[in-house]
């Protein structure tokens, strides 16, 4: 598609190839991503990785609307309103969310786009500060997340879940 503007219909397509490309995914999410047995996706995609950061934005809005509900409310506790925020997501687009997980080892733009997701929940749930340097926020974010990946059918940790997270950061603490 290149820099030129995306008609409704190719919007439309896209978003039809994408939830094909699931729809085979869920089979197997965990599997090869089906990108060359869903007719057009070659076409409207050009490429594999093209799609899954495709999927990487769709997740991120699903993410980004779960969030706003949270902190619509200002919870009191942060990491709590982020947990839930990411399990929700998480149980209501599984597909989506092992899909993304599996494809970030095969493509580095879609780990880049996802560390950045990451320093954004660290700093959403309140474990880190904007200002903070860009490795330590992505620790912070990749501790956090790691977290949260327990399963969304688990109950949130009755620990506390900042002191297990400073626990991972800093074994000795």
Known sequence: MGAELMSWTDFHRRREVADAVLRRAAR?????LPFAQVPGARELFGTEEQLVLSLQYRWSQVLGGHLRTEFESEPEDH???VTRAWHEATRRNRTLRAVLDVATERHPALRRVQ???????AVAAGLAEPGEPVEELTKVGAAFTALLRHGPEL???RRNPLGQLLRMLAPTA
């Open 28 to 32: 197997d999410p965990r599997g090869p």
């Open 79 to 81: 990491v709590d309103a």
């Open 115 to 121: 560390e950045a997701e990451q320093r954004m929940l």
């Open 155 to 157: 109950p949130a940790p």
